[in-house]
């Protein structure tokens, strides 16, 4: 089973589990500020649930690259969408600071 470490957890999960629910349904804390009630819920369009991501995970989908070519994102960065991603192997998420998760101040990392 794959391991999903984030701030200071590890996280066992199925292969192919979508990291954003993976992280909410263990008590990591996925937004920043007011996005923690305005976001897409999921489906891909706000950007808001965007992590650095280091492991083996799913390639990015259509939506994801859709919506990180598109300020305040760009699709050069190493941020995924969380809501888009599948678990593949074991991964390390580290969250950033801005409503999106753009900024280069680090929020929290996968030690904590």
């Known amino acids: 089973m794959p391991k999903v470490l984030a701030q200071g957890k590890t996280i066992e999960c199925n292969a192919r589990a979508n ?3 993976i992280l909410q349904d263990n008590g990591i804390d996925l937004y920043n500020g007011g996005a923690k ?3 897409c819920r999921g489906i891909g369009s ?3 649930c965007a992590v650095k991501v280091e492991g083996e995970v799913s390639p990015a989908n259509w939506r994801d690259k859709a919506r990180r070519s ?3 994102h760009s699709p050069t960065t ?3 969408l969380a809501c888009q991603t599948e678990v593949i ?3 390390k ?3 950033f600071a801005g409503f999106w998760g753009q900024s280069s101040q680090i929020l929290w990392t996968p030690e904590g």
Do not use: A, F, Q
Request: hydrophobic share 40%.
């Open 78 to 80: 190493e941020l995924r």
């Open 93 to 95: 998420i580290t969250k």
């Open 46 to 48: 706000c950007g808001t």
């Open 37 to 39: 009630l305005i976001n």
């Open 89 to 91: 192997g074991d991964v």
């Open 19 to 21: 990291l954003r629910i």
């Open 70 to 72: 598109l300020p305040p």
